[in-house]
């Protein structure tokens, strides 16, 4: 009897030991991107514990729709992890303001990034930044290449080119020549109005003059978006009405539709299910010579929960986070998603080459409704999903619906009254 | 002494387990809604007391109102379309499956039923499928007919979206009013219907006469059902045309309406305190209206002892 315990305790001693010895730190990341799981878990992860033997890092997203809620509940619960995806803007904000994000601006790597791509994360007047700048995305038109070549259209770069292009799509007949709907609303905003808009409110500084309240939404840069919106009624499906994202994925990729107004995240979906060539062309400019402008989102990125008990490992990972070395495996295991980061990123993916090669020949900018101008109700961002989708239905004139984005904006942001 | 009655505990013991659950799920909410109505945020992130102005901005401000009364007239046609359609089709059929000749009726009524007992989600993405002008086959099943040009993507069109919604509830909800009246036309003793035969009472005057004033107390109940269930209603429009109940707020109803203020909805942060407020008045118009129901109506209904 005495011997079984002795040896029972033995064992256990040993076990004791052996976990004192390693002293793994695992440090966990709340995530919305569970379509990136296996990435996280394959490539990623591996590369960053090779190097930092000791640090255990554990990949847990949940559901895109939820995951404000849930992230929100686990923080006030203290349950969060140690490392938290960042929303762009308020979201984030809020969380910083409540204490739950720990300022990172002493971080070495927030050298590497731009003024511009962490905007999205800082404070107002830019003093603090809470979280690593991870990617972005970027907005453009897709097209079927085989549909063009067929048609002998050439990729379009000015309006009077586009609109030839889609009007000759359309004689023909075999496809439809641009695959989006309004049932959704979002698409029209975010990939018609936002896409579009750069070019006519010149990008940053259009963006920012809204901001401190030096242009209207009635201006004729933020009404002519609106007035482009509504000539694509024409070129749209039968029934786009009641067309949605999906259907409109769906339409491209079966090939049935030529021309896709897209964001940069549907080219890894697109090259799974797209049994054709496509390529990518930028918003077209007003006239041949004009500087072009992009919507270059800053999308998603890495924070610090403030409450976190392995702060120094989070660091030593965030650090890694805003390398170069991070921006290639990441920019290279999920196209689509562009790295934020200074130092150019090699990618091997056509498209996703195509789209970050507009980077250099246009200037960047945001999405307009993303940064202040939705924090209060009515909502830009929300009202602007409405408007484009009425705009290109039909049922609002473009100047109606500039009218109505200002009153409400006006109505409680003070630059603006 | 012994005259003194001794205290009933049994009652009290076997209520307690109800009322405690009742209060618990139910009462507390309620009363924690109500009063969540009375208190705003203040910038710095506190609760305030603010008395009824949450009303005031809901019925007040020309933005809240315009949603508030969109959303409550957009209600109100989901009603009328249930009562409308819904209701007596329920009776129509109730009256045909208790027909004694009518053949194969656990058939029909086991199908008509079925929808009723499917998830909201599979109705939605269903009849979304079914409408969809790309690979529906509501167009194709018209152009068989030869009427193509009736087609329309209707869940799209303003003018249509929600009489197409409330529609696709008729059809999932048909099999509730079937199966009251049904239950209610089998509890006609026979000796009633055969005293109306011998008066020469038959067929269509026998529903009209005889049948419908004796189940006209469940078309009363399942008035009120239909009442409450449609102003409570936001599974099928969240799931058909999701939070913004598109296109431009043309089926946005108050289940809807209260979904995006309380929980609010991409970049629009959520408002608990506007979002009770709405909730009140959610429970104020469906309190009303049962009142109405209830000492208006009910009590003139007239009841016959068999």
């Known amino acids: 009897m005495t011997t079984r315990t002795l040896r029972i305790a033995l064992l256990t001693s040993t076990l004791l030991a052996g976990a004192a010895q390693a002293q793994d730190v695992t440090l966990t990341i709340e995530s919305w991107r569970n379509d990136d799981l296996t990435i996280w ?59 739950k994000l720990a300022d990172l601006t002493p971080l070495a790597a927030m ?37 063009f070549a067929q048609l002998g259209i050439e990729v379009p770069r000015t309006e009077a080119e586009f609109f030839a292009a889609l009007d000759k799509i359309k004689a023909d007949g075999t496809y ?18 936002n896409n579009i808009g750069p070019n006519y409110w010149k990008g940053e500084e259009g963006r920012l003059a809204l901001i401190k309240g030096e242009q209207k939404l009635t201006d004729p840069q933020w009404v002519a978006p609106f007035t482009q919106l509504a000539k694509w009624k024409d070129y749209l499906g039968d029934g786009f009405e009641a067309q949605t994202y999906p259907d409109s994925q769906n339409l491209f990729t079966l090939g049935r539709a030529a021309i896709y107004p897209a964001g940069s995240w549907e080219i890894s979906g697109f090259n799974a299910q797209a049994q054709f060539k496509m390529g990518a062309f930028p918003p ?38 805003g390398s170069p070395e991070f921006a290639t495996l990441y920019a290279n295991a999920l196209p689509g998603f562009f790295s934020l980061n200074s130092t150019p990123v090699e990618m091997a993916d056509p498209l996703a080459q195509e789209f970050v090669s507009w980077r250099d020949k246009c200037q960047s900018t945001i999405r307009s409704t993303y940064q202040i101008l939705s924090r209060g109700t009515p909502n830009l961002e929300n009202e602007t999903w409405n408007a484009s989708a009425n705009v290109i239905k039909g049922t ?15 109505s409680w942001y003070a630059p603006q009254q | 002494m012994s005259g003194r009655r001794q205290i009933r505990w049994h009652i009290a013991v076997f209520l307690a387990p109800a009322v405690l659950v009742y209060t618990a799920i139910m009462i507390v909410p309620l009363f924690g809604t109500l009063n ?20 005031r901005t809901l019925f007040g401000d020309p933005r809240w109102s315009g949603a508030f009364w969109n ?43 079925i929808p009723t007992i499917l998830s909201f989600v599979i109705v939605g993405f269903v009849w979304k499928l079914i409408l969809s002008p790309i690979w529906g086959i509501a167009p194709g099943m018209l152009d068989v007919v030869g009427l193509k040009s009736l087609f329309a993507p209707w869940l799209g069109k303003e003018d249509y979206a929600l009489t197409a919604l409330a529609l696709v509830s008729v059809w999932q909800f048909v099999g509730i009013p079937m199966m009251l009246i049904y239950a209610a036309l089998l509890t006609i003793p026979d000796e009633v219907l055969e005293a109306a035969e011998m008066d020469g009472i038959t067929g269509m ?3 009209w006469k005889i049948k419908l004033p004796l189940i006209l107390p469940s078309v009363g109940i399942i008035s009120i059902l239909t009442f409450v269930g449609n102003f409570n209603a936001f599974d099928l429009i969240y799931v058909a045309q999701g939070a913004l109940a598109g296109p431009d707020f043309s089926t946005d109803i108050l289940g809807t309406f209260l979904y995006r203020t309380f929980f609010g909805f991409q970049l629009q942060l959520g408002d608990p305190h506007m979002g009770a407020t709405i909730a009140t008045a959610m429970f104020g118009i469906i309190l009303i209206g049962v009142c109405i129901y209830l000492f208006g109506i009910q009590t003139r209904l007239r009841r016959y002892q068999f």
């Open chain 2, 205 to 207: 005057s026998q529903f």
């Open chain 1, 41 to 99: 878990q394959d490539t990623i992860i591996p590369a960053f514990e090779a190097q930092n033997p000791g640090i255990k890092v554990v990949f847990a997203p949940s559901a895109p729709a939820e995951y404000n809620a849930v992230l929100n509940s686990k923080l006030d619960a203290g349950s969060a992890g140690d490392l938290i995806t960042c929303r762009p803007f308020d979201a984030s904000l809020e969380l910083y303001n409540k204490g």
């Open chain 1, 111 to 147: 050298a590497n990034f731009s003024p511009v791509a962490k905007s999205a994360w800082q404070t107002d007047d830019g003093a603090a930044t809470f979280c690593v700048p991870m990617a972005s995305v970027i907005h453009g038109f897709i097209y079927n290449a085989d549909a």
């Open chain 2, 71 to 113: 959303a409550l007239g957009n209600n109100a046609w989901f009603f009328v379309v249930h009562m409308l359609v819904q209701n007596p089709i329920g009776i129509l059929l109730a009256a045909l499956l208790s027909s004694p000749r009518l053949r194969m009726a656990a058939f029909y009524r086991t199908a008509i039923f």
């Open chain 1, 284 to 321: 077209p400019v007003a006239a041949e010579g004009d500087t072009c402008y992009i919507s270059d989102h800053t999308d998603i990125a890495l924070g610090l929960n403030a409450a976190s008990p392995n702060a120094e490992q989070a660091k030593v990972f965030l650090e890694w986070v």
């Open chain 1, 176 to 193: 439809i020549p641009m695959a989006m709907g309004t049932n959704d609303q979002w698409e029209a905003a975010t990939m018609g109005y």
């Open chain 2, 36 to 55: 969540l109505s009375l208190f705003n945020q203040t910038p710095e992130r506190t609760k305030e007391f603010v008395g009824l102005s949450n009303f």
């Open chain 1, 396 to 410: 609002e004139t473009p100047e109606a619906a500039a009218e109505r984005l200002q009153a409400g904006l006006a």
